[in-house]
């Protein structure tokens, strides 16, 4: 199967109080320089893999959607062409005023920064939109018939888990779009502002009770949970994530981008000067690479697809260690987690066993969920 493409744009036009991850915002003067190197290194990278063929393509960050649709059309052009699905992130604030103009560019998927619906949730969390610019963002990518993802953080300590549930309720009980939510619990990071407001940190309790409720409003709403995170109707799962947890093949460009490819898992330099002065000293930017051994693909890979909707062969796991009520048993002899499960999903994984599953068996095993929702 062809290869993801990642591509990593790191900028935004401030830093949210809880992320850890490489993108700045006081880096705009090197924002066309940082183009002409994308573009360079997309081109350096495909020439290695002897072609641009890519079956999805997914540009993270970041905020791509900074990114003006002149340059997005750059740097896709020569990637997208048989791309079944090419997805830009964006925030609510910096949505394109018309989100067809994506469309015009090959992007066919937008996710959608959102993370609450609550101004003093989004205040608490350092986000600098509010909830009426994420809502129009919600209505204009509503009437330009763009499929499109709402991303959500919850579990902040002080937060209104009540209203968020009330919010993400009334937010797809119309139908239709959005056909794709994440909810993520809030991770406090080292180092980042968020780390030193402890009245912040997660309430694990509230935000336990919060994801069991919001898997059963959004399994009412006809949203199956594939992914312990993400939740999708029919027909609208990530294709480039799933293709993660699958632990199939991509190719990942830009600042701190992995790529994962024949076995190896590679990364390129963090900081995106450095990256940029990398690619034009020596002709690309990797930091690092290690190549898996099978037990460590096998284990990976088994520890991926306990996440997912998939699960994992029964023969994989130490059932009679794990307490009643965590997974389930399918027909054809899959372990697949409960939402209670899902919840400790860590410590099941420590009771996989890669010895038990062949290379093959576990590639047998991923194809199952290769279908679902393919590119």
Not at 262 to 267: A, F, I, K, Q, T
Request: aromatic letters at 8%; one cysteine or more; hydrophobic letters at 40%.
């Amino acid at each position: 199967m062809r290869p993801g493409l990642y591509i990593h744009v790191p900028f935004c036009t401030s830093r949210c109080d809880y992320c850890a991850f490489a993108t700045w915002s006081d880096r705009f003067d090197f924002l066309d320089e940082y183009v002409d190197a994308i573009c360079a290194e997309i081109a350096t990278r495909t020439r290695e893999l002897g072609h641009s063929s890519f079956s999805t393509v997914y540009l993270g960050g970041g905020t791509p959607s900074l990114l003006s649709p002149a340059q997005l059309e750059r740097i896709l052009a020569p990637v997208v062409a048989e791309a079944g699905e090419v997805t830009i992130e964006a925030n609510p604030e910096s949505l394109a005023a018309d989100p067809s103009v994506y469309r015009e560019v090959g992007i066919n998927r937008v996710s959608l920064g959102v993370q609450s619906l609550s101004d003093r949730e989004l205040a608490l969390l350092g986000r600098h939109h509010r909830a009426a610019e994420a809502e129009q963002a919600i209505a204009l990518l509503g009437q330009a018939g763009m499929r499109f993802s709402t991303d959500f953080i919850f579990g902040v300590g002080g937060g209104e888990p009540a209203r968020m549930l009330e919010e993400v309720e009334g937010l797809v009980s119309k139908g239709g779009q959005p056909g794709h939510i994440s909810a993520y619990g809030l991770i406090v990071e080292p180092g980042t502002p968020l780390s030193e407001h402890p009245e912040l940190f997660p309430d694990e309790d509230a935000a336990v009770d919060f994801y069991l409720s919001l898997d059963r409003l959004l399994g009412r709403a006809g949203f199956e949970c594939y992914e312990i995170s993400n939740f999708a109707r029919t027909g609208q799962r990530s294709v480039h994530n799933w293709r993660y947890w699958m632990q199939g093949e991509y190719l990942g460009v830009g600042p701190s981008a992995h790529s994962f490819l024949s076995g190896v898992r590679s990364w390129n330099v963090r900081d995106s000067y450095r990256w940029g002065k990398a690619l034009s000293a020596r002709g690309e930017a990797a930091a690092g690479s290690e190549t898996l051994t099978e037990s460590q693909l096998v284990f990976e890979g088994l520890s991926l697809a306990l996440r997912t909707s998939l699960g994992v062969p029964a023969a994989a796991l130490d059932l009679e260690a794990i307490p009643d009520g965590l997974y389930g048993l399918t027909e054809d002899g899959r372990a697949v987690l409960t939402v209670e499960g899902r919840l400790v999903h860590s410590a099941i994984a420590l009771l996989l066993d890669e010895e038990a599953v062949s290379p093959d068996e576990l590639r047998h095993h991923q194809a199952l969920g290769s279908t679902a929702d393919a590119a």
